[in-house]
């Protein structure tokens, strides 16, 4: 909306139709232009209310302009309206969503300056965001405090509480002692309930108390949710119990359960952990048929796997398949290809990957940087031992450009290899390079070096013919 329909206001102007305009706005700070509008035309006139304050807040909120939110609510307790809790909690959550737990808590303590006295709600929107960001000790004390404001337990509560007493293995014990009194606190489990703890228990590998409970659950007559499913799956992959994990999904399918991309990640990381990549790929097949794109983690678990077998052909057909999906491979997936490559002898190809990589923008940091090392000195020592001294050379000089450390062993293959074909001059220049790197050469390759010198000089065709001259002069003056 331009700035000049923002001057053609009407001669009435509601709440309503502030905030039709505020929602028809796309651009944030257009829509703020025209909240201040509102009121700057007709000082006398029009004044804001709770519900346009709110959209505005919200507004902010949803593109991280928290500073500006929170500026609006000073903006109201100026104006003389009311700050409700729905306002607050709309700034807490948005904090939640960008993972700052603590300006989250703040916010929500803004309430006793508004004369507010926080519901069960506010208090379960702090305690879910804790819980979402592992922050389970300041969770757990966050509960009592909301206890100790008078408010009774409910399912929704405990059940928070339990997801935060899942988090760890110290604190596990704990949440089954109190999902085993919920009834006599006057508050049954659910499927929630049910379907936390079995999360918890398998994401701590405690699977057999997981399909325990997975089993009590049924007998309940509560119904799994994909979720539970999943999480059950992914457990029994990890302990590589694959045929039950198998069976779980097929149990799905006959209740109308429709797995997701995490359901099958999970099977296609077990399957191809176990050794099975053939059928790994057929579950992606599958997978793909009922439209769920493949993610990262399922990507990453199908080249691994097919490395693992030395199927390099198809880890390939995977990494083309990511590109074509918009998807950036990863300097652990590229180095799991360039490895496979290597161990199978194709360093030209090895090296394509790594060219791959730099025109990518797939540069080495902090994490990956072992890993970038490892790549570049393995293709070039290879690439040396067979016999490609030219690419070896300019993968070399682009490890220098890239500030990537060359090893020992590279700069003595490259030396090696060079004074073998006769170019010293590659040769003397590599070890100039490796002597302001650090690296004394040794014996054996000054005995390379000089050998190379000695044949490229002729001195040993010479010393013979002169050897074979004296002989025959010393005969001559013997006779």
């Known amino acids: 909306m331009g700035s000049k329909t923002l001057l053609k206001w ?62 609006m609510l000073e903006r109201m307790k100026q104006e003389d309206c009311k700050v409700t809790e729905d306002i607050l909690l709309t700034i807490s959550r948005g904090y939640g969503r960008v993972h700052r737990p603590l300006d989250a808590i703040r916010v929500f303590h803004k309430m006793e300056g508004f004369q507010l006295r926080p519901t069960q709600k506010a208090y379960l929107t702090i305690l879910d965001i804790l819980v979402e960001e592992n ?39 704990s949440a089954l002692r109190i999902f085993q009194e919920m009834p006599n606190r006057g508050c049954q489990p659910d499927s929630y309930t049910y379907g936390t703890l079995i999360n918890g228990m398998c994401r701590l590998g405690n699977i057999d108390e997981a399909k325990e409970l997975f089993k009590e659950m049924e007998q309940k007559g509560f119904s799994a949710s994909v979720v539970t499913y999943t999480s059950l799956i992914h457990g029994l992959c990890q302990s590589n119990n694959l045929d039950e994990a198998i069976g779980l999904l097929e149990e799905m399918k006959r209740n109308d359960i429709e797995p997701n ?43 691994s796997g097919l490395c693992k077998e030395g199927k390099l052909c198809e880890s390939v057909q995977i990494l ?107 040769a003397a220049r590599i070890i100039d390079e490796m002597v302001l790197d650090g690296c004394i050469p040794d014996e054996q390759i000054w005995n390379v070096v000089i050998g ?21 002069k010393f005969v001559e003056t013997e006779s």
């Not at 929704?156 to 014990?173: G, H, P, Q, R, Y």
């Not at 790994?280 to 678990?301: D, G, Q």
């Open 320 to 426: 083309d398949r990511m590109r074509i999906q918009g998807l950036k491979p990863s300097a652990g997936l590229y180095g799991k290809v360039i490895s496979g490559l290597c161990a199978a002898g194709s360093f030209q190809e090895a090296a394509n990957f790594i060219d791959e990589m730099v025109l990518g923008g797939i540069s080495p940091n902090r994490a990956s940087w072992s890993l970038h090392v490892r790549m570049h000195n393995m293709v070039v020592q290879g690439l040396c031992n067979n016999v490609d001294p030219l690419r070896a050379f300019q993968l070399y000089l682009s490890m220098r450009t890239r500030g990537i450390s060359v090893e020992v062993g590279t700069f003595d293959c490259l030396v090696k290899c060079f004074c073998k074909r006769g170019d010293l001059h590659k």
């Open 261 to 303: 991309v995490f359901t099958y990640s999970s099977l296609i990381d077990g399957l191809c952990k176990g050794g099975h990549s053939s059928q790994a790929m057929e579950l992606l097949e599958v997978m793909t048929r009922k439209n769920h794109l493949p993610n990262m983690v399922t990507y990453s678990s199908l080249i």
């Open 135 to 173: 922050h389970v000790k300041r969770a757990i004390g966050f509960y009592r405090e909301m206890r100790e404001m008078g408010f009774p337990p409910t399912v929704v509560s405990i059940n928070i509480l339990i997801k935060a007493l899942c988090k760890n293995k110290e604190t596990v014990d």
């Open 10 to 71: 009407p001669k009435q102007i509601t709440n309503s139709l502030v905030v039709q305009l505020i929602k028809a706005e796309k651009d944030v700070h257009k829509a703020v232009t025209i909240f201040d509008s509102a009121t700057a035309e007709y000082i006398n006139g029009f004044r804001h209310d709770h519900e346009t304050f709110g959209l505005m807040i919200s507004r902010l909120v949803a593109v991280n302009q928290f500073r500006t939110a929170e500026g």
């Open 452 to 472: 190379g010198l000695w044949d490229r000089k002729k001195v040993r065709e010479a010393t013979e013919l002169l050897l074979v001259e004296l002989r025959q």
